[in-house]
């Protein structure tokens, strides 16, 4: 399943080979249409606590404390559920996961890779 789960940022030309895309963020990114985006899925519940995205604010320092509190939050309610339907839909067939964030390295898409996988990049 590794090198079938894929990241890309929501602002990046879609490609056949993503397979199916899901917007992995809470909020729409700025400036791009439904059309431009092209996500089969928006999974809201599997994008960090308002509260936790705000802590973070994309603070390269904070990345191992916000992994550990995001994984957290991956294990309950909502956010559970979410996870399991991506790991149901990483199953299926190329998977890639949009994300809004200018950080390639510092975002919740990288976690979601690495659960889906099993490996951090």
Same mark, same amino acid.
């Given at each position: 399943m590794a090198e079938r789960v894929f990241l890309k940022r929501a602002y990046e030309a879609p490609?056949? *080979?993503d397979g199916t895309r899901v917007l992995v963020d809470r909020l729409?990114?700025? +400036?791009?249409s439904k059309e431009?985006?092209?996500?089969?899925?928006?999974?809201?519940?599997?994008?960090? *606590?308002?509260?936790?995205?705000?802590?973070?604010?994309?603070?390269?320092?904070k990345w191992a404390e916000m992994k550990k509190r995001y994984k957290a939050e991956l294990g309950k +309610?909502?956010?559970?559920?979410?996870?399991?339907?991506?790991?149901?839909l990483a199953k299926e067939g190329p998977?890639?996961?949009?994300? +809004?964030?200018?950080?390639?390295?510092?975002n919740q898409a990288v976690v979601l890779k690495e659960l889906?996988? +099993?490996?951090?990049?």
């Open positions: 490609a056949k *080979s729409w990114p700025r +400036g791009i431009a985006l092209k996500a089969d899925h928006w999974l809201k519940e599997v994008a960090p *606590s308002t509260e936790l995205r705000k802590w973070f604010d994309h603070d390269p320092e +309610g909502a956010q559970k559920e979410a996870l399991g339907a991506l790991k149901a998977l890639t996961l949009v994300y +809004g964030a200018k950080d390639e390295r510092y889906l996988t +099993g490996k951090a990049d």
